[in-house]
Nanobody, 123 residues
């Protein structure tokens, strides 16, 4: 089975920083895109940042210049460094990966999500 496990969320004051990590495990052959999404109460899940294996990076306009996504392909891990956090950044942050893995004797490309980690920014 493939699992994405996030860590690093928490409570921080406005202007503070947090670093999220997400590690993918299982019989994984390669990961194409890894990224972060977030969902605030009463709102739809939205893209925060994504990174392809070849280094193409995309940010939501609301976080560009404050958040930095990075990857360690050898460790199947993606990070999100967040600085100058604002109360509107409060949300559950989800890790996502599109990867090739062996699951139940089948090798297929699939989209996977982590369980989410809460980020709360107080004013």
């Amino acid at each position: 089975q493939v699992q994405l496990v996030e860590s690093g969320g928490g409570l921080v004051q406005a202007g503070g920083s947090l670093r999220l990590s997400c590690a993918a495990s299982g019989t994984i052959f390669t990961i194409n895109t890894m990224g972060w999404y977030r969902q605030a109460p009463g709102k739809q899940r939205e893209l925060v940042a994504t990174s392809t294996r070849t280094g193409i990076i995309n940010y939501a306009d609301s976080v560009r210049g404050r958040f930095t996504i990075s990857r360690d392909n050898a460790k199947n891990t993606v990070y999100l460094q967040m600085i100058n956090l604002k109360p509107e950044d409060t949300a559950v942050y989800y890790c996502n990966a599109y990867l090739l893995a062996k699951v139940l004797d089948k090798v297929t490309w699939n989209d996977y999500w982590g369980q989410g980690t809460q980020v709360t920014v107080s004013s």
